[in-house]
């Protein structure tokens, strides 16, 4: 695993994204890019743990022939027909939260419910699931189908996949391209989220990897006036590197609106880890990605940097444990302290 991975997925090596993954927070397609993932972390899995050939022990089989392979130097859920499984979730999910993983692969699509009831065999009326495929992605149920042409081949190249609800408001994002902008749509909530891969065989899988779901945060303002410091997963980096990637553009333009409305506030960023690797390598690497934190702030979104400090804390304050992968994906994260 990455030393030091702050915030969000960047503990894992993400898909390129194409052209559109070059590009600096707030330019071109990420300009208008929302996605903002969840705080609170209820479940998070990249499979390094597992035995290659096995089923993932955290996810309950349902069926199929799906197992952990070795591909691009990463660990994938892998499924030659229709690999059914249920991620269990330690609480209903509640009317904000957020999904992300990576898909690749051929294959019929996969499909993603979260009512509890909807699963391979039996799709609930009236209720919507995500669907994904080779071409195609987006949210429908037997009435309505709100899915979109992509233009991505997962075939080729692997794809990050972000689902967002809020309330009846539902977002699905295939790497910078929103495909699912559903205002009434029905996902219910349940302790469980049903998952599909349907691959065509064993030579041409379908593949996922880096599940990560978590609970909708609060508005940064409000965290810091009632706390003094909040934490974001929602700053991305590139795998061992500083590059603050495009997809953090949400996060980096909401403390830049925050730091307009408050010209008085003034922030320290610190960056945090996980206790993965060596603790000298993960305190300087922090300090590298909180410096470049605020160097985006200013160069992208006109913030004064005499308004920020930057901090790298390393793996010296966790916020959970770093035995679960949800622990040190929480600890992966950039904070916001008021000075």
Do not use: C
Not at 32 to 44: E, Q, S
Not at 62 to 84: F, M
Not at 134 to 145: P, S
């Amino acid at each position: 695993a990455e030393a030091g991975g702050a915030a969000g997925a960047a503990g894992a090596a993400a898909p390129d994204g194409g052209a559109a993954a070059s590009l600096k927070p707030g330019q071109g397609a990420w300009a208008n890019y929302d996605f903002v993932p969840g705080t609170r972390v209820l479940f998070a899995d990249d499979f390094t743990r597992e035995t290659v050939g096995n089923f993932p022990r955290r996810l309950e089989f349902k069926s199929g022939t799906s197992e952990v392979v070795e591909w691009q130097g990463r660990r994938w859920l892998s499924s030659g027909d229709a690999g059914a499984f249920v991620i269990p979730l330690p609480e209903v999910l509640p009317e904000r939260f957020t999904m992300e993983f990576d898909l690749a692969g051929k294959g019929n699509g996969m499909e993603v419910m979260f009512d509890g009831a909807s699963d391979q065999y039996r799709k609930v009326e009236g209720v919507d699931r995500v669907e994904l495929g080779t071409w195609y992605a987006g949210i429908k149920n037997r009435e309505r189908n709100a899915t979109t042409a992509t233009g991505f081949k997962t075939d080729e190249a692997p794809v990050k996949v972000r689902i967002m609800a809020d309330g009846d408001y539902a977002k699905v994002f295939v790497n910078e391209k929103r495909v699912a902008n559903v205002p009434n749509a029905k996902l219910g909530r349940s302790k469980k989220i049903h998952v599909v891969l349907n691959g065509w065989d064993a030579e041409s899988p379908r593949m996922i990897a880096d599940l990560r779901i978590a609970a909708g945060g609060r508005k940064l303002y409000d965290a810091i006036a009632e706390t003094g410091r909040v934490a974001t997963q929602g700053i991305y980096f590139d795998t061992n590197s500083d590059k603050v990637r495009p997809e953090s553009s949400p996060t980096l333009k909401e403390i830049a609106a925050m730091l307009a409305e408050h010209p008085a506030l003034k922030l320290a960023i610190e960056g945090h880890t996980d206790d993965t690797g060596d603790a000298a390598a993960n305190t300087a690497l922090s300090q590298r990605r909180a410096e470049a934190v605020k160097a985006a702030l200013a160069a992208a979104y006109g913030v004064d940097a005499a308004r920020l400090t930057a901090k790298g804390i390393g793996a010296a304050k966790p916020v959970a444990p770093n035995a679960t992968p949800e622990g040190r994906q929480a600890n992966r994260r950039v904070e916001l302290v008021r000075q």
